[in-house]
């Protein structure tokens, strides 16, 4: 069930309109049912008190990885409306390691379909099937396409490049087991939100012959250094930007 109307989607559709912001078409998805400029839109700042809550309370406690690996406030609701079946392998994806993949895929589709690898977000110490298969079934139902959802190692027990080894292993074990897998290589696209962006990148810097068709980044972790001016950019705890030259 979801926990919002559905008649809020809706009205993002109708407002949403592209802007050019210095030569960078930027899609615009104003808030639904306000419509002030720049206004915070109500529900988010709900969950916003909410997580300032529940990070208060952590800091109290101390910092433990085990409370990141998992975080139930997370888990996201389960939209989908068809039968999606998923299958878990664990696959070699080099280097004399394995690692555990999931695929979706609608039950009801049939043929050769476009395949998308879904790195997952998490700072690179967190993060797992647990917390996006919902969103991974959903992308199944509505792109009738194979998704792919590694479980990449994770820091600071397997330290860099171990995440990208494996990000990038499962890239090449879908190219190597297409027919099988009866997936489209000419629609291979790669994804990811914030590390999974950052693991997007670095698969397709590591794709010498073209395996990745289309990549699509949610939020990524990426340099922002300007090699153009030699500026470092260092942000705050409180997510405000400070230029040090």
């Known amino acids: 069930m ?32 306000d419509d002030r400029p720049h206004v915070l839109d109500p529900r988010l700042l709900e969950v916003i008190r909410m997580k300032r809550k529940m990070f208060a309370r952590r800091a109290q406690k101390g910092y433990r990885l085990s409370q990141e690996r998992y975080r139930p406030d997370k888990v996201t609701e389960d939209l989908c409306t068809v039968e999606i079946d ?40 967190a993060g797992d099937m647990r917390l996006f298969a919902n969103q ?9 396409a194979v998704v792919v959802f590694p479980e990449y190692r994770l820091a600071p027990e397997c330290p860099y490049p171990a995440s990208i080894d494996d ?6 074990w879908v190219a190597e087991h297409a027919d099988e897998l009866n997936v489209d290589l000419n629609r291979l696209m790669v994804a ?29 972790a ?15 705890y409180d997510a405000y930007p400070i230029l040090e030259e």
């Not at 914030?194 to 289309?214: F, H, P, Q, R, V």
């Not at 090699?227 to 705050?236: A, G, I, L, N």
């Open 192 to 220: 990811g939100d914030s590390a999974g962006g950052a693991l997007t990148n670095a698969c397709l810097l590591k794709d010498e012959n073209g395996l990745i068709k289309k990549a699509f980044e949610i939020y990524p």
């Open 222 to 236: 990426v340099d922002s250094t300007d090699y153009r001016r030699q500026t470092r950019y260092v942000w705050s």
């Open 86 to 125: 998923v299958d878990e392998r664990l696959i070699d994806i080099g280097h004399d390691h394995k690692i555990d993949i999931y695929l979706y895929r609608r039950q009801s589709d049939q043929g050769c379909l476009p395949v998308l690898v879904y790195l997952h977000g998490g700072g690179m110490t």
């Open 167 to 172: 990000a990038w292993g499962t890239v090449q």
């Open 136 to 144: 991974m079934r959903l992308i199944a139902e509505l792109a009738h």
């Open 2 to 33: 979801r926990k919002y109307a559905k008649q809020l989607l809706d009205q993002i559709h109708a407002k949403e309109h592209v802007e050019t912001v210095d030569g960078v078409p930027v899609l615009m998805k104003p808030v639904p049912d």
